[in-house]
């Protein structure tokens, strides 16, 4: 009986020794499993690349951690996750986004990205082109000369209404009422290409004719036209005088910004200077350039606005437009704008 209860004794003490082992073969497997494929949080490692960071441009990404076998992106801006070792992905809009990657569902990487606002390119051969004169009087017909080098569709506006005035290449118009109008013309349905000028409507002009009594001698009492007196109406208004807009020199520097942004053009300065674009009006060490070649050569990065030490303008006094620019220019880099 004795000798049955230690055989009993001694199988349940191998069965728990045996099963003791299993459970630590298992464990260590396990813990094996997990250490052979644990990543440390802080040995995420993943990039992104792109030519200038802009709305609509692609951003290309890829992880370089070791040991990653599943991957989930995060790319910041609401979009749907996506996985893989190198995702691609476009943003819509500029700004500040935090990108995250999920490594193994355990360990996360964080990065921040600056997306910038989409570049506008601007075609100057596009741009829509007139004449007109200066000022005409009411009544008299106004023949815009259309100088667009690639156009198909006209929309003229003549500054009467909002309205459109006409879609003919080349319009006549007929102002009614005196004052200051702003003549638009948009080619191909392209606002951003739109050219505008100021013209100024004067009041006619109205001849008067006069009579006379014949005096003594005269053959008779009856009054005689004089057709050589030459009379303004006196109930006719003094003419409007035309005065551009105001603007501070720190104000023009920061269109200027604008310019070397591409979000202003030559055209948006066009009331200040009172059509004088193309005039030779911008001195930068005694050289002169118009201020169409100035906005060029910002644009292009030749002159930056940021190096521009002082900038001051002349105005004339009759209509406070804009007559010459002064612009002082660091030496050094004063030869770079003439390159």
Known sequence: METSDNLKGNHIDKSVIFLFIITILITASVFGYKYANHIPCEGIQFKASSNNYRVGEIVRFKDNTKGAIKRIWDFGDGSQIQSGISPNHYYEKPGKYNVKLIVNGQCEGLKTIVIKEKIRVFDSTKLAQFTIPASIKVGEVLKPINKTINGDKWEWRFGDNADVDSKDKSPTHVYRTKGTRTVTLIANGELKYSTSHRIRVLPRRIVATTTRSRGRGSRGSTGMRDPGIIEIDPNEEKEETFRAPDI?????????????????????????????????????????????????????????????????????KKDNCIEYIKIEYPKGLFQRIWN
Not at 290 to 316: D, G, M, P, W, Y
Request: aromatic share 10%.
């Open 248 to 316: 501070s020199e720190a104000a023009f520097k920061d269109k200027l910004k604008r310019v070397s942004e591409k979000k202003e053009f030559a055209e948006n300065f066009n009331s200040y200077l009172c059509g004088k674009l193309d005039n030779k009006i911008v001195y930068i060490k005694n050289k002169s350039i118009s201020f169409k070649t100035l906005c060029e050569k910002i644009q292009k990065n030749k002159i930056k606005v940021k190096k521009i030490q002082s900038l001051k303008f002349h105005r004339a």
